[in-house]
């Protein structure tokens, strides 16, 4: 048995033809209406110069707009990375570790908790003290709560030892880079 082919093409040909048959019908209607031609060609022009002067009219106003978001964009758009401020309290601490002088190493450590209890005091934890704050954040609210332990531990001891707890050197850059990492966690250095 036969199958019949019921596949449909469209005849681009035949699209055309009645197309060019409209615009011949078109033109054969304003042929009887108007018999100058003269008439037919001043409308025409008369229109296109309309739609010429809409035409620059669109593509001026599309410029200004343009300009326009360019000055905005621009202003938006920063070329140069913002430098993130400087924590001038940690600059005070830093030139105290320039020293050769324990003292000056006990007031960086004492400064340096200083800046940590008002970075505490941002997740606002609940207590009288330092150390009943500390207490109350959890590891996933801080990622160096430990640096910040030990740190604030060997501070209670140069604070409430003063110089009789020895303190070298190294041991005051080791404590201040703890310092130094909590801040780092919060962006205030």
Not at 19 to 39: G, M, P, R, S
Not at 123 to 150: C, F, H, V, Y
Request: aromatic share 8%; hydrophobic share 45%.
């Amino acid at each position: 048995m036969q199958t019949q082919d019921t596949t449909t093409y469209i005849n681009i040909q035949y699209i055309f033809q009645k197309i060019y048959e409209f615009i011949l019908a078109i033109i054969d209607f304003i042929k009887h209406f108007f018999v100058n031609w003269d008439i037919i060609k001043a409308i025409l022009s008369i229109i296109a110069i309309i739609l010429i002067t809409i035409i620059i009219y669109c593509l001026v106003r599309i410029r200004e707009i343009q300009e326009k978001d360019k000055e905005v964009l621009q202003k938006i758009i920063v070329k140069d990375p913002i430098p993130t401020p400087k924590n001038e309290r940690w600059s005070a601490v830093q030139e105290h570790m320039k020293s050769d002088t324990p003292s000056e190493w006990r007031v960086a450590i004492i400064e340096a908790d200083l800046i940590l209890e008002e970075v505490i005091k941002k997740i606002k934890p609940r207590g009288e003290s330092m150390a009943d704050r500390l207490k109350q954040i959890e590891s996933s609210d801080m990622q160096t709560l430990n640096q910040a332990w030990e740190a604030h531990k060997i501070r209670n001891q140069v604070a409430h030892q003063g110089s009789e707890f020895i303190l070298t050197k190294h041991e005051a850059k080791r404590v201040i880079s703890l310092y130094e990492d909590v801040f780092k966690e919060f962006d205030v250095i």
